[in-house]
């Protein structure tokens, strides 16, 4: 199953979507994964900064989906295995966009920059996932946050002892897969059932033989001529 780096890779992709961005329109500005420290923004600046700042984990069961995830593995002998794992975690995971510049013009047009990105890419799949941590066919969903709000921002700022800025909440959604196996099972792939009397095995059965009771062919009788 895949590993549990998935918060590292999910952070690595949005930054190479941002990256990305930043490199097409030809932007002076560098994108950095990092707390926006007042230190920080002014040695990177100009720059753009996306900054992991709260995770919340729930437990849920998507539709059609079993309470256990399966995965099939074939080992060295060519015999597949069913492999049955504990539920995944979900995880909302909550960003905070925000650019730093000399000028404030340039600063906002490198934050609108990185919105642009992400507007872009509200869908992050194939080759924009980082890391082994997705399965085949599986994706990371990237939304406006519309609970990141001035109160937000001032309480993260605050924690680094600066006052508020010019900022953007983003959510991803990922899934942290559990390594503990619940069970696993040899998959059948072909199954054969013998049907007979086991008072009278049919002839050649080895059931027939142990009792010594093979049974005869049966006799066909014709009713009676009226």
């Known amino acids: 199953m895949p590993k549990h780096q998935v918060i590292r890779d999910v952070s690595q992709s949005l930054l190479g979507v941002l990256r990305a961005e930043l490199q097409q329109a030809r932007a002076k500005a560098k994108a950095f994964l990092a707390a926006p420290t007042t230190e920080f923004l002014r040695k990177s600046s100009p720059c753009l900064v996306l900054y992991l700042y709260e995770l919340r984990p729930t437990v849920d069961v998507r539709q059609n989906e079993s309470w256990n995830l399966e995965e099939e593995v074939t080992d060295e002998k060519g015999e597949t295995v069913l492999i049955r794992y504990g539920r995944p975690l979900e995880l909302g ?134």
């Open 93 to 226: 995971l909550h960003y905070l966009l925000t650019a730093s510049a000399e000028d404030l013009a340039d600063e906002q047009e490198i934050l609108a920059l990185g919105m642009r990105a992400l507007l872009d890419h509200s869908r992050l799949e194939g080759e924009d996932l980082a890391g082994d941590s997705f399965p085949k066919g599986d994706f990371v969903g990237i939304t406006h946050d519309p609970g990141f709000t001035l109160e937000t921002c001032s309480t993260v700022f605050g924690g680094f002892g600066a006052g508020p800025r010019v900022a953007v909440g983003y959510k991803a959604d990922a899934r942290l897969y559990s390594g503990k196996e619940v069970g696993r099972t040899k998959r059948v792939k072909q199954r054969h059932i013998d049907v007979f009397d086991q008072l009278r095995p049919p002839p050649g059965s080895v059931s027939a033989k142990e009792l010594g009771v093979e049974a005869k062919p049966p006799r066909i009788v014709a009713p009676p001529r009226k």
